[in-house]
């Protein structure tokens, strides 16, 4: 019986490497719900940043405040919320999803810190952190802190 437990703890340790290489644990879903009937000025400045042509515009590629979703989460551990940003329009899906942003508050108004591709339903606060930045799972695409803003990583075919 004690052979049996010191093979089983053996093989414990020699797996313990490839715990170190799966992905990060899901922490929290962010919710991306359709902004409240006026949206606010702050945000409407953040969308018009990004896609100034396109916000309210006309054409093919035209996105009204109906095609946006947004989600709020603390990704820093500082007690304020960041905002996460997302454009669900049918003529701005790839492959990855819908193009989305991830802004933090600061002077006044939302500072882009990282942009990426998920949808509404994909779009995760993982277990890892750098920098006490917790890293976004999109589905397709992990977004990792670098410093000063998110980098978007694909993430390997499974």
Partial sequence: ????A???LACLALAAPAWATEEPRLLAQVPLV????NLPDDIADLVYAFWPEYYNGYGENAFTRDNLRLGRTDLN???KAELVLLVDSPSWEAAQGFPFVVAQWRKGRWFAIGWSWGDEDTVFVTSESHDGWHSLDSGKVVLRWQGKQYKP???AAP
Wanted: zero cysteines.
């Fill in 153 to 155: 990583e694909e993430k």
């Fill in 6 to 8: 010191a093979l089983f």
């Fill in 34 to 37: 359709p902004p409240t009937e």
């Fill in 77 to 79: 551990g500082d007690g």
């Fill in 1 to 4: 019986m004690t052979r049996v």
